[in-house]
């Protein structure tokens, strides 16, 4: 029988050791490489055949523990379910493997995952409900019902959109997307309480769900699917229909953004900056709005903006689809 043909990849791994180095290093291996090799059997290759010293996590090799989660040419993966030969019809032959965050580097590809455990827990990711000692029935939960957790119960907290997010990056206050994928899980839940307790949790400026710039990077890496930053919209609107959206700058264009479609059929884009940010803040973005004038793609009154055609559709489109109480 003949073998599975291979291929030479040379690994970059990411090395440190954060009781005695000051700076990391990136040691090379080169390995062969099958077409059924995930990340996790490179590292387990180089640990066991090559280098017993490099330290990273696995436990089910399932994709289910969520632990092996390390990034790859910057991209965050699980490990043990990331085909290499796939990642290089991208990347090239050469692939770069660090941990998910640098800055939480403890050993190789091992971080200090705390504050990820922290703020997934400050969202009360569990069920709020009083429920008697010894009920008679069940609390029978419809598939229907089931449907509106949108899967959000997929998520097996690895941390990949956690450290993907720029968000977080530039703000250690920002919750964080699987935080809020927890929260929106539970709060969509028919048998937690519905009080306002956890929406009031993630309704917090700087901490909170308005501080999501939606680059979509948490959808774009989340190995279980899991859409975070659709669970960040829905939480959005839970917060306006339960009456306690704050009146800030996010807030702002959210109504601006729906108002505007209402009237005009399209997004008034200068419209939007100047209603969002109020007061002087609009003037920062001056000059970008000088640029739109002279290309054409603004006029110069912020507020003549032409009609589109069908508006009565657009109304009635407005009307189905918009459940906030703006
Ligand atoms: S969409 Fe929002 S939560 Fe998701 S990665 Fe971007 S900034 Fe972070
Ligand atoms: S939402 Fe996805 S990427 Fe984020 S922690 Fe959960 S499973 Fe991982
Ligand atoms: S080892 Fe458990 S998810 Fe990869």
Partial sequence: MSAIPSKKITFKIFRFNSETDYLPTYIDYVVDVTHENVVLDILTTIKNEMDGSLSYRRSCRHGICGICSVKVNGKAILACKQNVLQMTETYGDTLTIEPLSIKRAMKDLIIDKEDFWVKHAAVKPFLDADVEDAPENEHFVSPAQVDQLLEADYCIQCGACHYSCPSLEISDAFMGPAAFAAAYRFQADVRDDQTNERLNLVNQEESGIWDCVKCMECAEVCPKDVN????????????????????????????YFKDSIKKHGQLNEAGLVIYSEKGYGMYKHLKVGMQMIAKGKAGINPYSVPKSDKMDEIAKLVKISSTSKF
């Fill in 228 to 255: 975070p930053i659709e669970k960040i919209t829905k939480l959005h609107n839970m917060v306006f229909e339960a009456g306690i959206a704050k009146n800030n700058i996010a807030t702002r264009h959210a109504v």
